[in-house]
């Protein structure tokens, strides 16, 4: 009876799992606020804060994928207040998020970008307001952004364009936030806020560069296990990409990003690379990032940290 009973249960569980597929949240991120540059106010604010962004960002089921519990994307908010009067906050936001490589322990960095612009009011106790076709604040505007951005680009790194419909989502939000007067989200504001981020994954100038992620990842990183040549190979493929963006978009904050994402892993993967191979790369990358020769002279010399 017993075991009639258990594989009832299990054939109950499976079907219910099929009608009710798991539609897990998405994100699994780490948020913190460091006020430590604040002076002579209540800190409370701050831990209050922290925990109402960790919970609008962590909770909220922010798209239809299918995602388990076990395939959260893992990303970090890391705030640093700098000034904190009449509810007003202003400071940076550091953006990081990775993703796991195939058949490995190993997880790679897919956006690690710094938002110097982050300015906005907080009282402490006050909810976070979830809209899609409304600016309930400029916070709520900051953080609806990120989430859509880290989607899009986990996306595009697992399937060509996969992204497509998060940086749709992510315009949204511009295009709303820049009828205020808020700053971070101008046009030709500066090169870096969070109008030149989105167009450098949207304009045709730049968005060869959502190519590159999945020919970097996909086709690179998670065939590695299988053949470290064959992945080299399609990483290489992938920064005469940059190259060519370089050449026309000077100035995209796309160069700058794929910098603080990737340098250091770049140092890693050419270690066992033929010496052609590295010698390519070193030429594709110093035409790119002329300062950083140190670890362009590592991958040029194939040597590991």
């Known amino acids: 009876m017993t075991s ?14 099929l009608i009710h597929p798991v539609r897990a949240q998405e994100l ?122 880290i989607l899009a680009i986990d996306f595009d790194s697992f399937s060509d364009r996969g992204g497509n419909g998060f940086y749709d989502q992510a315009k949204n939000v511009v295009q709303m936030a820049q009828s205020t007067n808020e700053s971070g989200w101008r046009a030709f504001e500066d090169t870096k806020n969070r109008s030149a981020v989105l167009n450098a994954y949207t304009e045709p100038s730049t968005i060869q560069y959502r190519d590159l992620l999945y020919q970097y990842h996909r086709n690179g990183l998670d065939e590695m296990s299988i053949s470290p040549d064959k992945g080299r190979a399609a990483i290489t493929a992938s920064l ?29 993967v050419y270690t066992k690379g033929s010496q052609e191979e590295r010698t390519r790369v070193y030429e594709l990358l110093y035409k790119i990032y002329p300062t950083e020769t140190t670890r362009l002279d590592m991958i040029k010399k194939g040597v590991n940290k």
């Open 4 to 17: 009639i009973r258990l594989i009832l249960t299990i054939t109950i569980a499976v079907a219910t799992a």
């Open 240 to 268: 005469e990409t940059l190259a060519k963006i370089a050449e026309v978009a000077p100035m995209s904050v796309t160069l700058s990003m794929f910098k603080d994402a990737k340098l250091d892993e770049l140092v890693n």
């Open 28 to 149: 699994n991120c780490q948020v913190q606020v460091d006020y430590s540059q604040v002076q002579g106010t209540n800190t409370s604010v701050f831990t209050t804060l922290e925990n109402a962004i960790s919970e609008y960002v962590n909770t909220r089921k922010w798209s239809n994928a299918q995602i388990a519990a076990n395939e959260k994307i893992d990303c970090r908010m890391f705030f640093t207040i700098k000034s904190y009067e009449d509810a007003k906050l202003s400071g940076e936001l550091q953006i990081q998020s990775s993703r796991p490589v195939y058949n490995s322990t190993y997880t790679t960095t897919l956006l690690n970008f710094k938002d110097t612009k982050i300015e906005f009011e907080y009282l402490e106790g006050q909810p976070l307001i979830f809209s899609e076709n409304s600016m309930e604040s400029n916070l709520t505007a900051i953080l609806n952004f990120y989430v859509y951005l």
